[in-house]
């Protein structure tokens, strides 16, 4: 059972102290040291000083930096700039060509529903106006008809 959940009066809890159970510690060995050969003897200088000393040690060859690639003579930044410069006019000018498009467009169907209108409206009044002589078709005077058989005579 749990410590806690075990029938124990107030004071034999307080005395109760659990003490951590201590791990033996491992056997630890150092790892042997393995003497590691350079690749090569390095070569020795010696330096005269300016007042008659010589100074001999080994030549340090510094780590010499990667040549620097040739930058181009305008900047990618610039180019880009000027490239998206060149696309929004080329937007520009396409919206522009494309409302003076869409004015011709509205201002054609406007003239063809004006020409229709004034065709439709001719046809009309000739056929109001228009002289008797040519009028189409069977005229009937209804008041003098006389009607037999479905025919009208008159």
């Not at 780590?63 to 305008?74: D, G, N, T």
């Not at 869409?102 to 106006?129: D, E, K, N, S």
């Amino acid at each position: 059972m749990y410590p806690e959940h075990a029938p124990q009066t107030p004071a034999q809890r307080a005395i109760q102290v659990h003490q951590p159970t201590p791990y033996p510690p491992a056997a630890t060995t150092p790892a042997p040291l393995v003497p590691v050969q350079p690749d090569g003897v390095p070569a020795v200088a010696s330096i005269v000083l300016p007042d008659g000393r010589i100074v001999t040690g080994y030549a340090i060859d510094h780590a010499r930096p990667e040549p620097l690639a040739v930058k181009p003579a305008v900047s990618r930044a610039a180019v880009n700039v000027a490239l998206g410069g060149v696309g929004f006019l080329a937007v520009c000018g396409g919206l522009l060509l494309l409302t003076s498009f869409i004015a011709a467009l509205t201002a054609f169907i406007t003239q063809l529903i004006i020409l229709a209108a004034v065709i439709f409206g001719g046809w009309i009044a000739v056929q109001v106006l228009g002289t008797g002589s040519h009028r189409g078709g069977t005229t009937v005077n209804i008041r003098k008809a006389v009607f037999k058989r479905n025919h009208f005579h008159g």
